[in-house]
C-alpha cells in the first residue's frame, strides 16, 4: 500500500491506525505548504487535493478519514478497531466523524486556514478556537469515566488524537476528559513510533 501523508496533519490519525496493525506500507510525504497536493501527478491519485489518501495494492485510492479508518476496520477485523457491539460501533462512528467533519472541518480549518473564509482572518480564527472549545467540551462529557472515546480502543480514537494534537500545538488548554485521553495516547507504543517518525519528541 501507498500512504500519502503530512507530517503533524490529519494523516498523523490514519497512520497511527496503520501502525496499530502493523501494516506495511510505503510513505509518500506531501508538502502542503509547497502545493504539493495541487500537483497534476497527485490529483491524478486524489482529485480533491487532500491528506491522506491511502492507495491499495490494487491500485484503489481511498482518498477520505472517514473511509480509510472503517476500511481498515473492516477488512482487519481481528484488531478490533470497531467494537462488536453495534452501539458501541455506532458511538464510535459518530464520533469519528465529530472530530474529523466538526472539530477539523468546522473549528481547526478556520484556525489554520482562515483566508478561506473571507476578509477577517483574526475573526474567523477566533471563531474557530470559539468552535473547538465548545465542542472538545462536548466531547469532555462523552468520554466521561472511558479510558478511550467509546471504552475500548477504536478508530475514533485516532481522529480524537489528531485534533487533540492540534490543541496543543495552538496553546489551547483541554479539557480534563480530553487532556487524560490525549497523554493515554501519546502513551501507546504505535503512537511514540508515528510521533517520532513524523519528527515530534
Ligand atoms: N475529506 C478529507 C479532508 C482532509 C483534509 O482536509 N486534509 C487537509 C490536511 S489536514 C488537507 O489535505 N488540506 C489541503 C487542502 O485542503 O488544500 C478527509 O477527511 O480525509
Not at 506495511?24 to 506531501?30: P, R
Not at 495541487?38 to 473511509?67: H, R, S
Not at 477485523?77 to 452501539?87: A, G, S, T, Y
Amino acid at each position: 500500500m501507498k500512504f500519502y501523508m503530512t507530517p503533524g496533519s490529519c494523516s498523523t490519525g490514519i497512520h497511527i491506525l496503520l501502525e496499530e496493525i502493523g501494516l506495511v506500507f510505503e510513505a509518500y510525504v506531501l508538502n502542503l505548504p509547497r502545493g504539493d497536493h495541487l500537483k497534476p501527478e497527485y490529483l491524478a491519485i486524489n482529485p480533491q487535493g487532500t491528506i491522506p489518501t491511502l492507495v491499495l495494492d490494487d491500485g484503489t485510492a481511498l482518498t477520505d478519514f472517514v473511509g480509510i479508518a472503517t476500511w481498515l476496520a473492516q477488512t482487519y477485523p481481528r484488531r478490533k478497531l470497531l467494537p462488536d457491539d453495534p452501539v458501541l460501533a455506532d458511538e464510535a462512528r459518530a464520533m469519528l466523524a465529530f472530530c474529523t467533519r466538526h472539530i477539523h472541518g468546522e473549528a481547526f480549518r478556520r484556525v489554520f486556514t482562515p483566508d478561506r473564509y473571507g476578509p477577517d482572518p483574526d475573526a474567523t480564527i477566533a471563531e474557530g478556537h470559539a468552535i473547538a472549545a465548545s465542542a472538545f467540551e462536548t466531547v469532555d462529557r462523552e468520554i466521561a469515566g472511558r479510558e478511550y472515546a467509546v471504552g475500548p480502543f477504536s478508530i475514533a480514537d485516532a481522529a480524537l488524537f489528531y485534533v487533540e494534537f492540534w490543541a496543543d500545538k495552538i496553546g489551547m488548554a483541554l479539557p480534563l476528559n480530553c487532556s487524560s485521553h490525549y497523554q493515554r495516547m501519546k502513551a501507546r507504543p504505535a503512537v511514540r513510533q508515528v510521533l517520532a517518525e513524523e519528527g515530534y519528541r
